[in-house]
Protein backbone atom coordinates (compact mmCIF):
# COMPACT_ATOMS: atom_id res chain seq x y z
CA UNK A 1 0.00 0.00 0.00
CA UNK A 2 0.94 3.47 -0.55
CA UNK A 3 -1.09 4.84 2.02
CA UNK A 4 -2.39 4.69 5.07
CA UNK A 5 -5.10 1.77 5.49
CA UNK A 6 -8.37 4.21 5.69
CA UNK A 7 -7.57 6.01 2.39
CA UNK A 8 -8.51 4.53 -0.64
CA UNK A 9 -6.06 3.59 -3.39
CA UNK A 10 -5.73 6.36 -6.08
CA UNK A 11 -6.76 5.86 -9.50
CA UNK A 12 -3.96 6.91 -10.76
CA UNK A 13 -0.27 8.21 -9.50
CA UNK A 14 2.11 10.31 -11.36
CA UNK A 15 6.09 10.57 -10.56
CA UNK A 16 7.76 13.72 -12.15
CA UNK A 17 11.30 11.88 -13.11
CA UNK A 18 13.79 14.81 -12.06
CA UNK A 19 12.71 15.52 -8.35
CA UNK A 20 10.77 12.35 -7.62
CA UNK A 21 7.85 14.64 -6.46
CA UNK A 22 4.09 12.58 -6.62
CA UNK A 23 0.74 14.06 -7.45
CA UNK A 24 -2.10 11.26 -7.03
CA UNK A 25 -5.40 11.55 -8.14
CA UNK A 26 -9.03 9.72 -7.37
CA UNK A 27 -11.89 9.77 -9.78
CA UNK A 28 -15.21 9.94 -8.82
CA UNK A 29 -18.52 9.85 -9.93
CA UNK A 30 -20.35 13.23 -10.51
CA UNK A 31 -22.62 14.22 -7.29
CA UNK A 32 -26.14 15.68 -8.50
CA UNK A 33 -26.87 19.18 -6.63
CA UNK A 34 -29.88 21.21 -6.77
CA UNK A 35 -33.45 21.49 -5.47
CA UNK A 36 -33.93 18.04 -6.57
CA UNK A 37 -30.85 16.45 -5.33
CA UNK A 38 -30.89 13.38 -3.37
CA UNK A 39 -29.43 14.55 0.33
CA UNK A 40 -27.82 11.39 0.99
CA UNK A 41 -25.19 11.34 -2.04
CA UNK A 42 -24.64 15.41 -1.43
CA UNK A 43 -23.71 14.57 2.06
CA UNK A 44 -21.16 11.36 1.25
CA UNK A 45 -19.66 13.77 -0.76
CA UNK A 46 -19.31 16.67 1.31
CA UNK A 47 -17.65 14.06 4.18
CA UNK A 48 -14.75 12.81 1.82
CA UNK A 49 -14.40 16.43 0.84
CA UNK A 50 -13.87 16.83 4.53
CA UNK A 51 -11.76 14.36 5.60
CA UNK A 52 -9.41 14.69 2.60
CA UNK A 53 -9.13 18.76 3.80
CA UNK A 54 -8.24 17.88 7.24
CA UNK A 55 -5.66 14.85 6.25
CA UNK A 56 -4.32 17.36 4.14
CA UNK A 57 -0.78 16.68 2.10
CA UNK A 58 1.21 15.84 4.89
CA UNK A 59 -0.47 13.35 6.64
CA UNK A 60 -1.14 11.72 3.44
CA UNK A 61 2.38 10.96 3.07
CA UNK A 62 3.34 7.47 2.00
CA UNK A 63 3.02 4.54 4.47
CA UNK A 64 5.93 2.21 4.67
CA UNK A 65 6.88 0.53 1.41
Keep these: RIFAADVPQP ?3 IEKGRNGHVQAGWIIEHVTVGPNARPAPIAFAEDVRAALD ?5 QMRPSTL
Design 11 to 13: SWI
Design 54 to 58: ERGPK
